[in-house]
């Protein structure tokens, strides 16, 4: 079984900075695609940045610049850091990754969520 565990959400000032953290733990062979999306209330999910096993990003345009997604494999952990934050980045925000447990068994996961609140 594998699980994702999101942390570093809370209550920020609009131009201040968080750094998720998303870790991935249980029986993984490989880790290919991690991503951070969002939700606002009232709204849908929405995908905000990922980044595949070779290192490529991509983030969505209301984050650009902003936003910054890498990933430590030997970790099993990705992170978004958030900068200049703004009111309209409040949102839960989860991570998802998929991968495989076995040579040919592939897994697709979601994490519970974290909280990031802008506000003054």
């Known amino acids: 079984q594998v699980r994702l565990v999101e942390s570093g959400g809370g209550l920020v000032e609009p131009g201040g900075s968080l750094r998720l953290s998303c870790v991935a733990s249980g029986s993984i062979f490989s880790i290919e695609g991690m991503a951070w999306h969002r939700q606002a209330p009232g709204k849908a999910r929405e995908l905000v940045a990922f980044?595949?096993?070779?290192?490529?990003?991509k983030h969505v345009d209301s984050v650009k610049g902003r936003f910054t997604i890498s990933r430590d494999d030997a970790k099993n952990t990705t992170y978004l850091q958030m900068d200049n934050l703004k009111p309209e980045d409040t949102a839960v925000y989860y991570c998802?990754?998929?991968?495989?447990?076995?040579?040919?068994?592939?897994?697709?996961?979601w994490g519970q969520g974290t909280q990031v609140t802008v506000s003054s």
């Open positions: 998802n990754a998929d991968g495989k447990v076995a040579v040919d068994k592939r897994f697709a996961i």
């Open positions: 980044i595949t096993s070779r290192g490529f990003t």
